[in-house]
């Protein structure tokens, strides 16, 4: 079974085991899966039968961009990027093209003479798949798939196809999964012209919209299945968000600062949170290792807790599908106090990472928060690019998780730029409270300590809730 098929009847399954409706579920199935591999009638029935999940089984890829604006610099780094993409999603890229335009083709993405061109490529080494450096209409997938007659895929499905290979958690599947059907539903092949075919007939002949009934293709029942599948999965998501809002407020109600790690993806924010914290968080040479935020509890040098986050990497033109369903995991960042900004100083062109960072940082309203910038790698960075950085990131800390090297820096950077809502407390606490006392140890930073007869005596700097539990005991200080 085929992936494609596979996360189709995961669809069916779970749209009528919850709704207790068949729409044809299994046999529309097998019927649409014999279809597809009718090669030769295939031109003939795609266009109302064929639902375009992508079946992203890469093997063997030639790569295609248009390089439109920037330096043959910037349009090799992309190409650069995609083959590390599509190598990340497990296929073999056999030859990557592009062709310098304006603007892409409205039809076909690249030139007409260039498909030709393609498609020889294509011819000569065999390869089963073609992958567009872009987002492509379903118009210009379709055109260029008729021409290639090979499966074209583009940099979206192909960033969604990763993401779904790497997701975990059972909030990461359902994200995950909302992106790829709101990618795919616009998609479904053949979508506008079966419908407009159909309904032709019928709108002139009076009846119209929600009249269809027996005549009703396979196409609208997948559309409608994703459409419960799309409800379902925002429930589900809504219900998760919860219980993750919940846990961040009760940080918030007891004070204690959040920092989020935020990046491009491989930039080694897992890494740097290990070093941090010793969090034991999967470390991968692999572009979008971590989908699910990790939050560890970790304390400056001088004793004030906080916590860090550990979040997804970003990626040049991020697909607006995947911000949109991450986007109560990216709250992480917009909601934290600071955001530590992690760069991957041994990248060829890591300004260009930091500039899409900050893109997907505004989109996510995360850019009115502070923000650290911490060049990672210099074990492995080369001079020339280090120095540019130092002069573009005056402010930036360098480090490298790997050798430790300016970690205790970093630490220091962070806590200084922590908020410090602890309070000054002077308290003497009686001696059947000795709890209280053990949590001024544990959440606060204690001044100094005395044992008299009637408690213990302190004087610390603890978090406005810790303040309050302390209330009753509060003394005089002697300097006050
Ligand atoms: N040479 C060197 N390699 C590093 C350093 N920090 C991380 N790496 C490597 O960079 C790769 C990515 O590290 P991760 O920590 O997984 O990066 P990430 O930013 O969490 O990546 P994603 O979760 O995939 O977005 C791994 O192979 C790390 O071993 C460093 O300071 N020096
Ligand atoms: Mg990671």
Redesign the pocket.
């Known amino acids: 079974m085929t992936k494609h098929d596979d996360f189709l009847a995961r669809i069916a399954a779970q749209s009528e085991r919850e709704n207790g409706t068949d729409t044809g579920g299994e046999r529309d199935l097998a019927d649409r899966a014999a279809l597809r591999r009718v090669g030769s009638l295939s031109t003939q029935l795609t266009d109302i039968t064929e639902v375009e999940y992508r079946d992203l089984q890469l093997e063997r890829v030639v790569l295609v961009g248009v390089w439109s604006t920037g330096t043959a610099e910037d349009a090799e780094a992309s190409m650069t990027e995609l083959a590390r993409l599509a190598e990340t999603a497990g296929s073999v890229v056999l030859e990557s093209l592009s062709q310098r335009r304006r603007n892409p083709d409205a039809g076909t993405y690249i030139g007409s003479g260039k498909v030709r061109e393609l498609g020889e490529v294509v011819e000569m080494t065999g390869a089963d798949t073609v992958i567009c450096d872009g987002e492509l209409s379903p118009g210009q997938l379709r055109n260029l798939e008729e021409q290639l007659k090979v499966k074209v895929v583009d940099r979206t499905a192909l960033i969604l196809d990763i993401f779904a290979q790497h997701a975990k958690s059972k909030e990461g599947k359902a994200q995950v999964e909302l992106a790829q059907l709101n990618y795919f539903l616009p998609r479904l092949r053949g979508w506008g012209v079966a419908l407009s075919r159909q309904r032709g007939g019928r709108v002139a002949s009076g009846a119209g919209i929600g009249s269809r009934g027996p005549g009703e293709t396979k196409l609208e029942i997948d559309r409608r299945r994703i459409h419960r599948r799309i409800a379902q999965l925002k429930t589900e998501l809504a219900a998760m968000r919860q219980v993750r809002d919940t846990k961040r407020s009760q940080r918030r109600a007891n004070a204690v600062p959040a920092v989020a790690i935020a990046?491009?993806?491989?930039?080694?924010?897992?890494?740097?949170?290990?070093c941090l914290t010793e969090a034991g968080?999967?470390?991968?040479?692999?572009?979008?290792?971590?989908?699910d935020p990790t939050t560890r509890k970790t304390t400056t040098t001088d004793g004030r807790l906080y916590t860090l986050t550990?979040t997804?990497?970003f990626v040049r033109h991020l697909p607006h599908q995947l911000v949109e369903s991450f986007r109560s995991t990216l709250e992480e960042i917009a909601d934290a106090d600071l955001v530590v900004h992690?760069i991957?100083g041994?990248d060829a062109h890591p300004e260009d990472q930091v500039v899409a960072v900050r893109e997907v940082l505004k989109e996510i309203d995360a850019a009115q928060v502070p923000e650290i910038m911490v060049v990672?790698?210099?074990?492995?960075a080369d001079e020339i690019t280090l120095g540019r950085l130092r002069h573009l990131l005056p402010q930036a800390v360098f480090?490298?998780?790997?050798?430790g090297e300016g970690i205790a820096e970093l630490r220091g950077v962070i806590a200084g730029a922590l908020p410090d809502p602890a309070l000054r407390i002077d308290v003497l606490v009686p001696f059947h409270q000795g709890a209280l006392v053990s949590r001024v140890h544990a959440e606060g930073t204690v001044l100094t300590e005395e044992h008299t007869a009637e408690g213990t005596l302190l004087q610390a700097k603890v978090y406005p809730a810790l303040a309050g539990a302390l209330h009753d005991y509060r003394v005089l200080a002697v300097n006050e």
């Open positions: 990046g491009y993806t491989n930039a080694g924010k897992s890494s740097l949170l290990n968080v999967l470390v991968e040479d692999s572009l979008f290792a971590t989908l550990d997804v990497g992690v991957d041994s990672n790698k210099i074990d492995a480090v490298s998780a790997r050798t």
